[in-house]
């Protein structure tokens, strides 16, 4: 008699991305003797608790090392005492090395961010000391739903409606295996093999925005539209993911038609361009003198936008990073102050 479904489930869906790995790693290396280091990142809920679960029993078949860091962010009282019982978790599943990690989270942008950007700063940390390949994520399908519904909330386009990607980060660090399994079934498999977990009481507190949507908004969203609703939502963040990568990539390549012989930009040209395509051109350069991303705006980019398409004679547009942007002689002018 085989596994649960559910077990079933979330063995096979991270048995393909290990493939994955080791397929890339042979190919970087050259070395198919070598055997990389894949890390799962385990907070003790349900979802990465059956991420851990499964790393641990699909390495065993495969030419990897499976280990594990779990995150305290010191935010509740127990924080670190729950935090090393995750890690002795991990232990007791076969996962080596496993390290408990405490950060210190800040206020920028909010309790949410500021804990998601000390954690990932973490795991960077932790991939780098061990040399790991790459990092597991238990993100899952209603995860994706979510991100999707809080970026069309910001209505800052579709690069936000994309969610977050099966594969991520500059070195391809991150992998997220579940993207396609609903919560339910990842829930399933941790019952069906016994895995003590622990529910977050952040998951529940309708302080933070996610968790309102988890409690109040999608199970409204669900019952007046049908319960397809996470699937189709899932969906939309694959669809448009692939536009906005198609559209990152012509910005890419009209930046270089759109500047003079002295690379400054030119207003005409970019007025040429279909809006799309010309505002990112303009987020990249804006970027590219300095703008720190993650403060930069959609309302930011329209400002500057319309010096080239609303043009009055209007000033400088001051931007985050102390970048400026002004129209001059016909060409736009970006540079920090």
């Not at 596994?3 to 042979?26: K, M, N, Q, S």
């Not at 998601?116 to 990092?135: N, Q």
């Not at 925005?209 to 694959?238: D, F, I, M, N, Y």
């Not at 980019?301 to 931007?319: F, K, M, P, Y």
Request: proline residues 4%; glycine residues 10%.
């Amino acid at each position: 008699m085989g596994p649960h479904p559910a077990v079933a489930a979330i063995r096979l869906a991270v048995r393909r991305v290990l493939h994955d790995i080791l397929t890339e790693h042979h190919t970087d290396t050259g070395e198919p003797t070598t055997e990389p280091l894949v890390l799962v990142a385990c907070s003790g809920g349900a979802d990465s608790m059956a991420l851990a679960s499964a790393l641990a029993f699909e390495s065993r078949k495969l030419p990897l090392r499976a280990g594990g860091i779990t995150v305290d962010h010191g935010l509740q009282d127990g924080s670190a005492q729950r935090a090393a019982e995750v890690a002795d978790r991990m232990t007791a599943l076969g996962l080596d090395p496993v390290d408990a990690v405490t950060v210190t989270v800040g206020r920028e942008g909010g309790p949410e961010a500021a804990a998601r950007d000390a954690r990932y700063a973490a795991l960077d940390a932790a991939a780098e000391h061990h040399g790991a390949t790459a990092v597991l994520l238990g993100h899952t399908r209603d995860d994706q739903a979510e991100t999707v519904l809080l970026g069309l909330a910001r209505g800052s386009g579709i690069r936000s409606l994309s969610g977050m990607a099966a594969v991520s980060g500059t070195t391809r660090r991150y992998r997220r295996p579940f993207l396609e399994l609903d919560r339910q079934t990842v829930r399933k498999a941790c019952v069906a093999q016994e895995l003590a977990v622990w529910d977050d009481p952040h998951n529940a507190d309708p302080a933070y925005t996610r968790s309102r949507l988890r409690h109040e908004g999608l199970p409204a969203l669900e019952k007046a539209l049908g319960k397809g609703v996470v699937e189709a939502l899932a969906r939309t963040a694959q669809l448009s993911r692939d536009d906005a990568d198609a559209l990152d990539s012509w910005a890419a390549d009209a930046e270089a038609s759109v500047r003079d012989d002295t690379g400054r930009l030119e207003c005409a040209k970019l007025f040429g361009l279909p809006p799309a395509v010309r505002r990112r051109v303009l987020r990249r350069a804006v970027i590219a003198e300095g703008a720190p991303a993650g403060s930069l705006f959609a309302r930011h980019i329209e400002e500057v936008d319309r010096l080239i398409t609303g043009w009055r004679g209007q000033g400088a547009i001051n931007l985050p990073g102390r970048v400026e942007a002004r129209r001059q002689g016909g060409r736009l002018v970006i540079r920090q102050g």
